[in-house]
């Protein structure tokens, strides 16, 4: 999507959740003043809270489509990261407060009025707010902005918060059970303090480093193998620097026998193609291969068949085959997934393995993770 476009909708996101939530606040004041009720009360100053992650929301769409700077020379996409870190805090803050007036509410419980007008008119707020919840999910779903997610949850958060309000007040007028409004407020404050941990770490996540989805990494190996001279691509390596900045690197093995300026172009095409079609920058190194070396392929062939025998899920690349002291080197890399943690065993374990198939070698190993 258009960076114009997914900033534009990213305000008018914050726009309408600003009015929405401005227009809630003020009802649930009223009904809560006039209810007596503490949790009505703060669910009004949660939604003027909200205002201000509506406000946070709207500032980072401005900053992260800021352009390129010589200070920030991969854009400011990354903004919006930070501020879904701000906006989690948010919702920390308001499920402490909740919590610590909804612990006074059941050490010291009051009478709340009921009124069928009040009922209705928190009823409105839930529909107003699953409006909302859908509003922004929507938008997120065509701007992939974590923020916006960030916001549909904190306005289902408020839905639960004013359903168990309603079901309070009932409570408490039917049996006169006065500590329920402060039960389901502290229970409530409980809720919204995990949504806003699934808050924290969807921010906190993208900005440590997360792999690529799987659609884009095979579209890209697509679009590099489809020439007939690329044999293969590995450590494809992507770094995303948020929304449409997007940059790569990747190493495709081409045969050596072809024209070196052949090879160039192809590699050109497959890097404009990339960046045309997926957005994403990107950097290919060629390694080449004697697809006629009959030796390479043996050995080739032989360490497939050993690291197939001990986990099909591991995979090889950059084979060598160097002469030292009248033996034969085996050199190549081993990517394995990161639920295999114990390098040193798994090298152990296919040298031997070589070794004893292949005696005539001297295996060298680096066994490293995969990137995606």
Known sequence: MPEQRRGALTALSGIVCIICNLLLCTAKFIVGTLA????????????????????????????????????????HGRVEYVSALIIAVSIFVVSFELAKTSVEKILHPAEIKFSLVYMLVLGGTILVKLWMAYFNYRLYKQTDNINLKGVMQDSLNDC??????????????????????????????????????GVLKGGISPLIGEPPSKEITDKIEEIICKSDIVLGVHDLIIHNYGANKIIAS????????????????????????????????????IDPVDVFDGETEKYRKAVLDVINEYNSAFSFHDLRIDNVDGKKRLSFDLSV???????????????????????????????EHSYI
Do not use: Y
């Not at 949660?46 to 700077?69: E, F, H, R």
């Not at 093995?253 to 590699?267: L, M, P, Q, R, Y």
């Not at 639920?339 to 190993?365: F, G, Q, S, W, Y």
């Open 36 to 75: 007596g009720s503490v949790s009505v009360t703060a669910d009004a100053v949660n939604n003027l809270s909200d205002c201000a992650t509506n406000i946070v929301t709207l500032l980072s769409a401005k900053l992260s489509d800021k352009p390129d700077d010589k200070e920030h020379p991969f854009g």
């Open 160 to 197: 639960v918060a004013t359903s168990a309000t309603m079901f309070s007040m009932v409570l408490a007028h039917a049996v006169g059970f006065t500590r329920a409004d402060g039960i389901f407020g502290l229970a409530v404050s409980v809720f919204i303090f995990w949504s806003g941990i």
């Open 250 to 285: 990747a190493d495709a093995e081409v045969d050596a026998a072809s024209d070196i300026f052949t090879i160039h172009n192809a590699i050109d095409d497959a890097e404009r193609e990339i960046l045309s079609e997926l957005g994403v920058i990107i950097c290919i190194h």
């Open 337 to 367: 997934p990161f639920d295999n943690d114990d390098m040193r065993r798994i090298e152990a374990d296919i040298t031997a393995m070589l070794k004893i198939k292949h005696p005539e070698v001297i295996p060298e190993i680096n066994v």
